[in-house]
Structure formats: structure tokens, C-alpha cells
């Protein structure tokens, strides 16, 4: 999380310094009144700096018969981090888009035994300069993103998603 | 669906014909008591003949923001398919088990714009019995199966996972 925040040839502005278009409390709202699963998950967008995003989620809604947290949410995780940090990059940007997933796989490290959260990261150039580039281009660009799913500090599942977004 | 019931070589007997321990209203049940987001996305086991089991949920409760299926929703669809075939063919051959999914990945073919389904079938042999003999001499054994998640009979999805049973 060191990085430069990238800045791409194309696509407008990205955010510069601590001025964000796209708060996480109304992230949140946004997705809880779109998607009644993360409702239904207590997913939270618990940050958003421009570069990275952390979501959140109780494991008292989300586990198994084994008291750890149910694969299908750990999936729903990661998929969604993916997805938030798309939609907010292209949004600090004033992009109106419209995300879907074509691919999504998950390894599953270790069980998580406390609440989870998972994490993405907006990937380094050329990788985003050419996404939007694409974007402005063909109306569309697709992006292969790696997001982390924690449980107390530890990684324990790593999924990778395959988004592909259009100009909305 | 039109194979013969695999004879596994090992771990008890499987069913024959309609008798079937494991009721599809038990299997939901204990899911929904379980795994309490089955609950939320009213995933329900619709049918199991001891060779294949499908789960449907209402669209309604997994929807996204585009108004078709939210991809967390189709992968626990996916991930629960492979999940039940594995426990209830167990189940049958009264084996306790404690399942894990270690890999799930999912390819999302067409959009979702109705109702899901989720069908996964027993393997054929060899590979259910090198399964069942892995957990009766080594009390685990891995198995990777694939489900098909469906929307008005087309396939909308298709989830691997890759799952492990222990003996419980």
C-alpha cells in the first residue's frame, strides 16, 4: 500500500490527495439497498483512501456448521472488495460504469474463527492506465483483481476476480 | 443424470432405490439452521435421488444492482450444491463427516434474470470409490466436483470446487 497512486494517460482525474468523491458510509448504503445479501452479510465499506478498500463483516452472520466463516461468504468477500474498489476508482474519476463479474476463484487458506475482512488494492500501471484506456476507447474494459479475505491480521483466503466494465 | 448409481467399493452401502435417508426438507433445515446466510438467501434443497441433488433460491433475495444475480449468491450456490451432493452421499452410506472446501472457482456464463437453481451429480467411478477409500483408511479423502448453476434451464454458471471430507 506503498505505492504512488497511479495516474492514468486517460479517463479523467484521478483523486488527488485527501479530497474523495465516494465516502464509505454511502458505499455502504449504496450496496445494502442494491444487493440484499450484503445486508443480510452486515457487509460494511469500513475504508477507502483512493487506493485501497477494506469491507467488513460479522462472523456471527456469516458462519458454518463449524463455527468458522461459510465459503460462500468468504467468496462473496472477495468478490465484493473487487468490485467496491473498481466502482469507487472509476467513480473518483466521474465515470459512470456499470461492473459485472465474468470469473471468480478462491483459495481458501485457513478457517476464519472471528470476523472477516477483506481488502483490494488498485493495481499499479501499466495495468490501470490500460483499463482506462480501454474504457474511453471501447466503452468497456476488463480488469483481473486479487483481493485478500483476513481474519485478525492473517490472510486466510485469496481471491481473484475478472471484471469487466462499461461506460453507464 | 442417465448413469447408473456408482458402486463404491468401500465405506458402507449406498442407497438403493427409493429408500433415502436424507430428506431434502432435513437438509434445508439443518442449513438454514447452520449456515444462516442459506437462510437469508432462501436456499432451499429442492430434490435428492442419491445421484444428484439440486438447491433453488429465489431471485428476489439474491438480486444485484442490475436486477440479476448477485455473484457472491451464485458461487454459494455452486459452493452448497457441491457441498450437500458430498455430504448426503456420505450421509447415505451413514458416514459422519465433517466437510471443508479448500478452491472454488466459477465461470458466469449469461446473466441471471430469474429464479437460480443449482444441480451437482455424484462422480462416477472410479473416482467416488478412490474417494470413499481414502476416508475409510486415511479418515480424509478429497474431491473436486462441479456444480451447474441454472436460470430457466439454461446453464447460467459453472462452479468447481474442491472439497474435503473428514470423518467425524
Same mark, same amino acid.
Given at each position: 500500500m506503498s505505492q504512488e497512486t497511479p495516474q492514468p494517460s486517460s479517463g479523467? #482525474? /484521478?483523486h488527488q490527495g485527501p479530497e474523495l468523491r465516494v $465516502? /464509505?458510509?454511502a458505499m455502504t448504503a449504496l450496496l445494502h439497498?442494491? *444487493?440484499p445479501l450484503t445486508r443480510a452479510m452486515g457487509m460494511t465499506v469500513a475504508a477507502w483512501d483512493g487506493r485501497s478498500v477494506k469491507l467488513t463483516a460479522p462472523l456471527k452472520l456469516n458462519h458454518n456448521h463449524a463455527d468458522t466463516a461459510f465459503g460462500g461468504a468468504i467468496s462473496s468477500m472477495g468478490i465484493m472488495a473487487? !468490485?467496491?474498489l473498481v466502482h469507487m476508482l472509476l467513480e473518483e474519476?466521474? *465515470?459512470s460504469n456499470r461492473l459485472l463479474i465474468q $470469473?471468480? #476463484?478462491?483459495? !481458501?487458506?485457513?478457517p476464519i474463527d472471528a470476523?472477516?475482512?477483506a481488502v483490494a488494492c488498485v493495481p499499479e500501471e501499466p495495468v490501470l492506465g490500460e483499463f482506462? =484506456? #480501454?474504457? =474511453? $476507447?471501447?466503452?468497456?474494459?476488463?480488469l483481473t483483481l486479487e483481493s485478500r479475505v483476513m481474519c485478525q491480521g492473517l490472510v486466510a483466503a485469496v481471491h481473484s476476480g475478472l471484471y469487466v466494465a462499461m461506460l453507464y
Open positions: 479523467g #482525474s /484521478p $465516502k /464509505p458510509a439497498e442494491e *444487493i473487487g !468490485y467496491c474519476r466521474q *465515470i $470469473k471468480s #476463484s478462491v483459495d !481458501y487458506l485457513r470476523d472477516l475482512e482506462l =484506456q #480501454s474504457l =474511453q $476507447k471501447r466503452r468497456r474494459g476488463r
